[in-house]
């Protein structure tokens, strides 16, 4: 009886830690894009000339998709690994490299969103 709870509790705190935050996250990227992409549509008209043909995704909007891929696969990549390895071990044993090479690579993800951050913020550069 017990063994079953703490079974759904790891499959709890994986759905309130990474599933969760993650379809928020990719709600609100998509929100995002909307608004750029709807503010480029505004803007862009006034900039092309007459003959010009405008393309269908500006550089701009495509650089943003790619960041916001970027950042949402890192996100899902380096903290699902960390919560599903728990399920997996109740039900079989884990080595405990495989769970120390998982802390580390969910510390990576961290790392890589602080740089991003950085690297992205053109007041800080």
């Given at each position: 009886?017990?063994?079953?709870r703490?079974?759904?509790?790891?499959?709890?705190?994986?759905?309130?830690?990474?599933?969760?935050?993650?379809i928020?996250?990719?709600?609100?990227?998509?929100?995002?894009?909307?608004?750029?992409?709807?503010?480029?549509?505004r803007?862009?008209?006034?900039?092309?000339p007459?003959?010009a043909?405008?393309?269908?995704?500006s550089?701009?909007?495509?650089?943003?998709?790619?960041?916001?891929?970027?950042?949402?696969c890192?996100?899902?990549?380096?903290?699902t690994?960390i919560?599903?390895?728990?399920?997996i071990?109740f039900?079989?044993?884990?080595?405990?490299?495989?769970?120390s090479s998982l802390?580390?690579l969910?510390?990576?993800?961290?790392?890589?969103n602080?740089?991003?951050?950085?690297?992205?913020?053109?007041q800080?550069?």
């Amino acid at each position: 009886m017990f063994c079953d709870r703490f079974v759904w509790l790891r499959i709890h705190n994986l759905i309130t830690i990474v599933i969760i935050p993650a379809i928020l996250s990719l709600l609100i990227n998509i929100l995002i894009y909307n608004y750029v992409r709807a503010s480029s549509n505004r803007i862009q008209p006034q900039m092309i000339p007459e003959n010009a043909q405008r393309t269908k995704f500006s550089h701009r909007d495509m650089k943003l998709v790619r960041h916001m891929i970027f950042m949402f696969c890192i996100f899902v990549g380096g903290w699902t690994p960390i919560y599903i390895m728990p399920i997996i071990n109740f039900y079989s044993v884990i080595n405990t490299i495989i769970s120390s090479s998982l802390t580390i690579l969910c510390e990576l993800a961290s790392f890589i969103n602080i740089i991003d951050l950085f690297l992205y913020n053109r007041q800080l550069r």
